[in-house]
């Protein structure tokens, strides 16, 4: 595609519901990164794939966070048991291996 | 651990002035350094990319720097305009690990 794209933009859940969100990356691109973003903050990494599988994942914060890349394409960042605490925008942003970074618009997770 | 912090937080001028921003890390092993721009509520948009072996890029009024070996970058903007105003965010990606670690960006606002 022309650019990264993220589904849903907006997602309003419950605590304890679970939580998928995808990231189409540009076409071609190896490398697949997740960020959380909070107000006022800098993005944060959670995960970084090259290729299907997570070269560095040590940026989720526990085990209720999961991702997946299993064609090498397509990412989908998975959240089960949500919290309170989860509520920011997860961004989702590819490469042509460590070359510039593209971003998409981002999925604002909002958890009541 | 990586770390990045952006100086000043917030930054106010009036159209026209010339500007910068600044950046600064602690681990000099990066692979490169990127610029964003992030509109209220929107992705980021990727401004200027510098390899490491690089001293500078230019696009258009952006011009954007780096030492390496003091672990600093500066944006440089010229003859700013209303439409500059955004939160510029700074990333490096590391040499070994190549994940981006950002700053908590600058807020400018260029008054009309």
């Known amino acids: 595609g022309a650019g990264v794209s993220q589904t849903p933009s907006n997602k309003v859940t419950e605590k304890g519901k679970y939580v998928e969100l995808r990231c189409d990356p540009i076409?071609?691109?190896?490398?697949l990164y997740w960020y959380r973003q909070s107000l006022g903050q800098g993005p944060e990494f959670l995960i970084y794939?090259?290729?299907?599988?997570?070269?560095?994942d040590s940026g989720l914060p526990n085990d209720r966070f999961f991702a997946v890349r299993p064609e090498g394409s397509v990412s989908t960042l998975k959240i089960q048991r949500t919290e309170r605490g989860d509520s920011a925008v997860y961004l989702c942003a590819s490469s042509l291996g460590v070359g510039e970074l593209f971003f998409g618009e981002g999925s604002r997770l909002t958890v009541l | 651990k990586q770390e990045v912090t952006q100086i000043p937080a917030a930054l106010s001028v009036p159209e026209g002035e010339n500007l910068v921003l600044n950046c600064s890390f602690t681990d000099s092993a990066i692979y490169n350094l990127q610029w964003f721009r992030q509109d209220p509520g929107k992705g980021l948009t990727s401004l200027l990319l510098?390899?490491?072996?690089?001293r500078e890029q230019t696009s258009g009024r952006l011009n954007a720097s780096l030492d390496k070996s003091s672990g600093r970058s500066t944006l440089y903007i010229a003859a700013s305009q209303p439409g500059d105003s955004a939160t510029y965010l700074c990333a490096v990606r590391g040499g070994s690990n190549y994940k981006l670690t950002f700053g908590k960006g600058t807020l400018l606002t260029v008054n009309p």
């Open positions: 510098i390899q490491s072996s690089q």
């Open positions: 076409s071609g691109h190896t490398a």
């Open positions: 794939f090259q290729g299907t599988g997570a070269a560095d």
